[in-house]
């Protein structure tokens, strides 16, 4: 069994910041390559970064430069900071073990003044 939780997620003001985080228990959380997708209303999910076992790291153009990927395996933890957010940012954020269907319930992230 694995579950995957995310938390973090709220509503904050264009150009602020927000730190996402996702738990994942189950199986051995280090040898998986880890991805932050996300999903906008009425909009396709899509891949916003992700995380290889070893650390390695890929984002999208959109948050390039603006968003962190990284992981604690110990304490079997991604999380994704983000920074200098936009409006278009706005979506529920998913944490996907890759290659599996094992998701979250999301954390929803609005950017508004």
């Known amino acids: 069994q694995v579950h995957v939780v995310e938390s973090g997620g709220g509503l904050v003001q264009p150009g602020g910041s927000l730190k996402l985080s996702c738990v994942v228990s189950g199986r051995i959380f280090s040898v998986y390559r880890m991805d932050w997708y996300r999903q906008a209303l009425g909009k396709q999910r899509e891949l916003v970064a992700h995380i290889s076992s070893g650390g390695s790291t890929n984002y999208a153009d959109s948050v390039k430069d603006r968003f962190t990927i990284s992981r604690d395996n110990a304490k079997r933890t991604v999380y994704l900071q983000m920074t200098s957010l936009k409006p278009e940012d706005t979506a529920v954020y998913y944490c996907?073990?890759?290659?599996?269907?094992?998701w979250g319930q999301g954390t929803q992230v609005t950017v508004s003044s």
């Open positions: 996907n073990v890759w290659g599996t269907r094992y």
